[in-house]
């Protein structure tokens, strides 16, 4: 037994979906579930305090290995303490692997059996993720949830080199395991296979034997494919999945997606999208996305979303925001950042909400119809 | 009388100095003086937000007349309801009078009698500034606190240019006092006269005698003399400055500044300054200016300050917002920003102190040895 300290309880499946609320304790508190997880890449949420975060309901953030690695690095996080008093926030954090990261540095980077050998987006400089290393870099994080290194696979794919990459995720996997020291620290694997439901399958018995992993997640999906399909390998992969342990779906976070991942029986979910869109003036309401750029805001007086509850919507016109948009101001990007991660919040309580009464698909299918989707 | 909504009562007045601290009553609140006033340009102070701002103890800010004009547009903001509730910001505004932009727009602007011609830098749009349309202007904001439309005088500027500027900032000052209708609004008149002290008498007497209107203003200095000029120009005007209304000086509030001017019995102050700095990483603090992109502060646990009681000071370390600023994160400018504003805040609080015990030149003396001035 690798940790004793996470502990996992279903609460409720819904009738309608499979839906499930949850509840994962880990040392730095308790998540419910489902939950979306807001990222923040650099040791913090793009334009959001921890403060505004916890407004928001925030209960875990997700921060990237790969970046951390390179700057400030995890030995000087570990120096001051660690993620979680480097960046003042004391609830759960999980940190990727940095596994996608040097995937998507292409000519940047050589996948080997030992690791992946890579250069540097910032200076260049040359370096070795392994396993193992990975591993020793997430402990000196010190996050609640470590991922395991994995291989990504593109899409398409031919079915060789997924089954390559998912077999070698598997191997990778082990080395993950027998790195793993700290007990204050879950080590989740991550199921891989691309869209071959032979090989997602296997991939997720195989992951799943570790029964010591607190968690276990899914990776390799939203990365270019259809939706269609992705949820159709969803819906295919979901039934061999651990019912015993927090099902996290990768980098996938769009409101339709939360939705559709939610229903499926996913736990865990986290996107860079909400910071992101708010950035360039995009934000989420429950009537759909509004550009808040355009002229039609102008002389807005209504708050981005008369449905919503966050500190942007209590205090700011539409038109204040444009107008900081335009104008080029932090503050815009500060509002729109704080309403996007609290719309998605918000979606997902409402989900929680609906999953108790049994009625997650009639849920979805009212908020896929107002939010414009089809 | 043109308004009955201000008050204004001196508490005391330091016997080493003159410094003062007064009471000034305003329609969104009391302003205790000596006091900093952080800048808001286009209706938000950089980064931070009103209950930050609060939280650093601003009791008053700036707003930029020109800047507002141009974007979002002045009746738009009185349609929103005015500057404070388009912002969110319920204690007292100052909105300067544009005088000093269009000044300094040099190649695209032609000072005439009737007013100032210019064209915007967003569009290059041709533009006309009058006293009249200033009040106008500044009547839609809705600012407590309005300045007149002025004349600054570049540094050096011969006699006869500084004496004409100096006389037409009077005859305008008739024209923004004629203009001015809203008793919710205080019109401020603004000394001009260059480095010339016959002409800065002679501008504080005529200004002065503008009995109704609340407050009074130093306008066109730190405009490229050496400190040591301004202050001995200080010297010789402040006798003649009337006793009995707030007297601020425009534009000026670096940490030595601060305390040579409320030394001389100015009341109030502004400088975008602390967020401008904060933006490029440079921070104030007691034992003088910290460059935090600095590689000495990479490990460096401390908080910025280690006598600052400010949110960044409380919750961060050096080596968390070094690794902000170097990574380019908002975060880093919000929390210098809050430092900065905070500094100056504490800084006049502490003067404040010391003037109740007529002990202010000593805290002076002591201020700028830390500090590391000469």
Not at 12 to 29: D, L, M, V, W, Y
Not at 210 to 239: F, N, R
Not at 280 to 307: C, F, H, W
Not at 318 to 340: K, V
Request: charged fraction near 25%; include cysteine.
């Amino acid at each position: 037994m690798k940790t004793n300290k996470f502990k996992f309880e279903v609460l409720k499946e819904c009738k309608q979906s499979g839906a499930r609320i949850t509840r994962f304790t880990t040392p730095h508190g308790v998540i419910e579930t489902p939950v979306f997880m807001p990222v923040g890449t650099q040791a913090t949420v793009k334009a959001v305090s921890p403060e505004e975060l916890k407004e928001t309901n925030s209960q875990i953030i997700l921060s990237n290995t790969y970046h951390l690695y390179l700057r400030p690095g995890h030995q000087l996080v570990e120096k001051m303490g660690g993620l979680h008093k480097f960046m003042n926030w004391d609830r759960p954090i999980l940190t990727d692997s940095g596994g996608f990261q040097v995937f998507s540095l292409s000519d940047l980077r050589k996948i080997k059996e030992e690791g992946v050998y890579f250069s540097s987006h910032l200076d260049g400089s040359k370096h070795l993720f392994s396993p193992e290393k990975v591993i020793e870099i997430e402990q000196a994080l010190g996050a609640d949830i470590m991922m395991q290194f994995d291989v990504c696979s593109p899409y398409p794919c031919d079915y060789r080199a997924a089954k390559e990459n998912m077999e070698r995720t598997l191997r990778w996997l082990d080395r993950c395991y027998n790195a793993w020291t700290n007990e204050n620290q879950a080590l989740f694997g991550i199921v891989q296979g691309n869209m071959y439901k032979d090989l997602r399958r296997e991939s997720a018995i195989a992951t799943a034997s570790y029964t010591d992993c607190p968690g276990i997640a899914i990776g390799g999906l939203s990365v270019g494919e259809p939706k269609p399909l992705m949820y159709e390998i969803l819906d295919d992969l979901m039934p061999v999945m651990p019912k015993d342990k927090p099902r996290y779906l990768m980098g996938v976070g769009s409101p339709d997606c939360l939705v559709e991942g939610f229903t499926r029986g996913i736990d865990m979910m986290d996107c860079v999208l909400p910071t992101r869109i708010a950035r360039n003036g995009t934000v989420m309401t429950s009537s759909g996305k509004v550009v808040i750029r355009n002229a039609q805001y102008k002389d807005d007086p209504r708050p981005l979303d008369e449905e919503c509850d966050c500190y942007a919507c209590r205090n700011y016109s539409r038109a204040y925001i444009r107008h900081l948009m335009n104008a080029g101001e932090i503050m815009g990007a500060r509002l729109a950042s704080i309403h996007n991660i609290r719309f998605l919040h918000k979606l997902t309580e409402d989900l929680k909400k609906a999953i108790w009464e049994d009625r997650s698909l009639d849920f979805k299918n009212e908020f896929m119809k107002k939010y414009g989707y089809n």
